[in-house]
């Protein structure tokens, strides 16, 4: 069974702290991995995108892949009450396999005022 | 680029009915996938269709059907509704082929009664 596995939380940061979300993975043979920040009641919005292993960064959002340790990692720097949501890891085989993203269920973020 | 549309954005209905939502892709965009998103289960896919043909299917029983139209335009169908069925369905284009950056529509979320 391939898996994506993220701690649901909550995880609670002060606001200015950064925010360190993580993310494992099953299948090896995986080649793209998002994340996706989800808002209660609104549907999932992509944040980032990484591709290869390093880190790459967008504004206050790094993200982060270690395929040999199938890791992934989301850091937000001078967190925000509004980052305050779920966020989502999603990976995909690429162009290979079953065309099948596979999510995680999340991991719940609150940003302390 | 307008994004991703779905109709109707809320539908009420009765156990024993079927229903029917539309999605309309990112234009250029020829994969789309559904989603149903439930508090307890997270994101579950349900198919995913390119250029018209599915290419991937999730663990869900037959009532639940997809197509794909030319214009890459994409309706989901579900038979006999049961009130397991109610839930917020997402539908998620990208391009598929080369990118698989996935990008989420509003959601419908149908309550069955």
């Known amino acids: 069974q391939k898996e994506v596995e993220q701690n649901s939380g909550p995880l609670s940061v002060p606001e200015g702290a950064i925010a360190s979300l993580n993310c494992t993975y099953s299948d090896r043979g995986s080649q793209s991995f998002f994340w996706y920040r989800q808002y209660s009641g609104k549907s999932p919005e992509l944040i980032m995108s990484i591709y290869s292993n390093g880190d790459k960064e967008d504004g206050r959002f790094t993200a982060q892949l270690n395929k040999a340790s199938q890791y992934v990692s989301l850091l937000i720097r001078d967190s925000q009450p509004s980052d305050s949501a779920t966020y989502l890891c999603a990976v995909h085989p690429g162009g290979s396999g079953t065309y099948k993203y596979i999510f995680g269920t999340g991991t719940r973020l609150k940003v302390l005022a | 680029k307008a994004g991703v549309t779905q109709t109707p954005r809320y539908l009420i209905k009765t156990r024993g009915q079927q229903v029917t939502l539309s999605c309309s892709p990112i234009s250029g965009h020829r994969s789309v996938s559904w989603y149903q998103q439930t508090p307890g289960q997270g994101l579950q896919f349900l198919f995913e269709?390119?250029?018209?043909?599915?290419?991937n299917k999730g663990n869900f029983p037959g009532r639940f059907s997809g197509r794909q139209f030319s214009n890459s335009r994409s309706e989901m169908n579900v038979s006999t509704l049961e009130l397991g069925d109610s839930a917020l369905y997402l539908c998620?284009?990208?391009?598929?082929?080369?990118?698989?950056?996935?990008?989420f529509g509003p959601g419908t979320r149908l309550t069955v009664t």
């Open positions: 269709y390119f250029s018209e043909t599915q290419r």
């Open positions: 998620a284009s990208s391009e598929g082929h080369i990118s698989y950056e996935q990008y």
